[in-house]
T-cell receptor, first 115, second 116 residues
């Protein structure tokens, strides 16, 4: 069974500083995709970043980057130069690399950004 | 272009009543997903449509839950004989689904269902 674990229920960071959110997953598949989604109080899930398991290079989107360690089944999100607008619940998610694209989510990490 | 939309935004109903939740996916997206998010939890998968057919309904908790997508676009999630435990945010997502490729799911704002 696929499971996604986020061990940090809450994290906080000072504005302009860097924070890392942790995620581990369990799968027997070799082909899969990993995502980080952001959910602000508006409830809208917003894609932050996506990583294909077959790519060794870590994905980067502006201030957001991941540290993908396939052997360790770890997928952490680094937010650089944190902004007040980054405050939200962050979810790590996994899906198999097939047409059955259901996402498996972790329980989320609530990120607070202090001015 | 327009994103995924869901109506209503909020729904309050009484125990035992029937409710329908609607999802309008991004135009052209062939895959549509329903998830349920309980307070303090991550979303949990309910059902997935590829076109008009339910490709995977293994996440539906029981036979009180049913979903349709008759024309391959708009989908309706139907809950019969609602129970207080059905209270949650129901999220809809859509994506392209080309053969051999899994694409990113784009989510709507959700419907918050409260069963009194």
């Amino acid at each position: 069974a696929q499971t996604v674990t986020q061990s940090q229920p809450e994290m906080s960071v000072q504005e302009a500083e860097t924070v890392t959110l942790s995620c581990t997953y369990d799968t027997s598949e070799s082909d899969y995709y990993l995502f980080w989604y952001k959910q602000p109080p508006s409830r809208q899930m917003i894609l932050v970043i996506r990583q294909e398991a077959y790519k060794q290079q870590n994905a980067t989107e502006n201030r957001f980057s991941v540290n993908f360690q396939k052997a360790a089944k770890s997928f952490s999100l680094k937010i650089s130069d944190s902004q007040l607008g980054d405050a939200a619940m962050y979810f790590c998610a996994y899906t198999r690399g097939s047409t059955l694209g259901r996402l498996y989510f972790g329980r989320g990490t609530q990120l607070t950004v202090w001015p | 272009g327009a994103g995924v939309s869901q109506t209503p935004s909020n729904k309050v109903t009484e125990k035992g009543k029937y409710v329908e939740l609607r999802c309008d996916p991004i135009s052209g997206h062939t895959a549509l997903y329903w998830y349920r998010q309980s307070l303090g939890q991550g979303p949990e998968f309910l059902i997935y449509f590829q076109g008009t057919g339910a490709a995977d309904d293994s996440g539906l908790p029981n036979d009180r839950f049913f979903a349709v997508r008759p024309e391959g676009s708009v989908s309706t999630l139907k809950i019969q004989r609602t129970e207080r435990g059905d209270s949650a945010v129901y999220l809809c997502a859509s994506s392209w689904e080309t053969s051999g490729e899994t694409d990113t799911q784009y989510f709507g704002p959700g419907t918050r269902l409260t069963v009194l």
